[in-house]
Every structure is written in C-alpha cells, then in structure tokens.
T-cell receptor, first 114, second 111 residues
Framework: SQTIHQWPATLVQPVGSPLSLECTVE??????LYWYRQAAGRGLQLLFY??????ISSEVPQNLSASRPQDRQFILSSKKLLLSDSGFYLC?????????????FGPGTRLTVL | GQQVMQIPQYQHVQEGEDFTTYCNSS?????IQWYKQRPGGHPVFLIQ?????EVKKQKRLTFQFGEAKKNSSLHITATQTTDVGTYFC???????????FGAGTTVTVRA
C-alpha cells in the first residue's frame, strides 16, 4: 500500500530564516505531487505541483520554491521566511496521469514564523 | 478560472439531527470529490462522483452530483460526534488540470 510522509511535524522559525520541508511517498511510482498551504481555519491553497522529476509548476508567486530531486521526493523551500508564511503545509500525491484524480494527503507540517 | 464554492461555511448541528452541505461550481465538472479533515488532522478522501445525477452512500453520508454536473451535496443523517470536522469538495474544470478545493464546511456537533 502507498504511504506519504512529511517532516517535520511542527516547526517554529524566525522571520528571515530559511525553510526546507520534505515529503516522500512510498509504494507507488511516478506519482503526481503537490504542496498546499492552509491558513488557520481556512481552505487549501495549491502552491506547487509536479508531474515528474524536475518538473515543477508554480501556482502562486511568492518567496517559496519547490523541487523534486527524486521520483517520490518533493521539497518545499524558502530562502527567507515571512510572517505570512505561517500555516499548515500539506503534501499530497495522486496516481500518475491527470492531476485531477483523487489526492492523498500527508500528515502535514505546522509552521509558525515569529 | 474555475471556482468551487461551498455553503454554509459553518454548520452547528444537534447530535442526532440531519444536515446538508452544498458545493457549486462556476463551470461544468468532469468529477467532484469530497474530503474530510478532522480537527488538527489532514484531509482524507471520502468519495468521487463522476456521472450526472449520481448518488452514492457511505453509511449515514449521502453524496449527490447534480444533473448539470455543476453542483454537489453531502447529506449526513443522524449526526454523531464523529462527524465533527471540515468537509471539502473539490473538482477540476473541463479543460483545467488543477484540482480546485472549496473553502469547506466546518461542522460542530452539540451533544
């Protein structure tokens, strides 16, 4: 069966510090991968998606970036965090093909920027 | 672009009562998906509807896809405390390869 991991689970970072969040998927090949952000009590904002190694599509221009160095690894980064970057970051995967198929979410990372 | 709207934003329900939450799209959807997010948790896939007028049931949950494939509903009967959480609908547009999530309906239950 497929599993998705995210770490860390929680993170408190000062403004201006760098960020690296990691997501890995097991049990499937060539998945579509996604990064979402959820502000407290709000909906899901798609940040990036990837349909293959090295292929990244950005949905929202901001100080975040994403990379996919391996087939089942997706990384979210920032060089300098802003207060507005606080939120719940969710990684998700779906079977390869149309990215509008069912998505399976990881446990998430709660980021607080102070 | 395609937008998915959900109403109501909040639903306060007495335990044992029924309620319905609605999802509306500005464009025709090839499919509609429903997810549930428990407090402090992550969204979990519940169901996908594909056909016009489709109705699917999961125990006390009934999901319906509209005839025009532009709206959907989730009806919960005999609400229980385990139903607490936020329910999201999500759908793609006809020519849009992104999955757009509604803002969600947050359900609280009074015992």
């Amino acid at each position: 069966s497929q599993t998705i991991h995210q770490w860390p689970a929680t993170l408190v970072q000062p403004v201006g510090s760098p960020l690296s969040l990691e997501c890995t998927v097991e049990g499937t090949s060539n998945p579509n991968l996604y990064w979402y952000r959820q502000a407290a009590g709000r909906g899901l904002q798609l940040l990036f998606y990837s349909v293959g190694i090295g292929q990244i599509s950005s949905e929202v221009p901001q100080n975040l970036s994403a990379s996919r160095p391996q087939d089942r690894q997706f990384i979210l980064s920032s060089k300098k965090l802003l207060l507005s970057d606080s939120g719940f970051y969710l990684c998700a995967w779906s079977p390869s093909g149309r990215i509008t198929d069912t998505q399976y979410f990881g446990p998430g990372t709660r980021l607080t920027v102070l | 672009g395609q937008q998915v709207m959900q109403i109501p934003q909040y639903q306060h329900v007495q335990e044992g009562e029924d309620f319905t939450t609605y999802c509306n799209s500005s464009t025709t959807l090839s499919n509609i998906q429903w997810y549930k997010q428990r407090p402090g948790g992550h969204p979990v896939f519940l169901i996908q509807l594909v056909k016009s007028g489709e109705v699917k049931k999961q125990k006390r949950l009934t999901f319906q896809f509209g005839e025009a494939k532009k709206n959907s509903s989730l009806h919960i009967t005999a609400t229980q405390t385990t139903d607490v959480g936020t329910y999201f609908c999500a759908g793609p547009g006809a020519n849009d390869y992104k999955l757009s999530f509604g803002a969600g309906t947050t359900v609280t239950v009074r015992a």
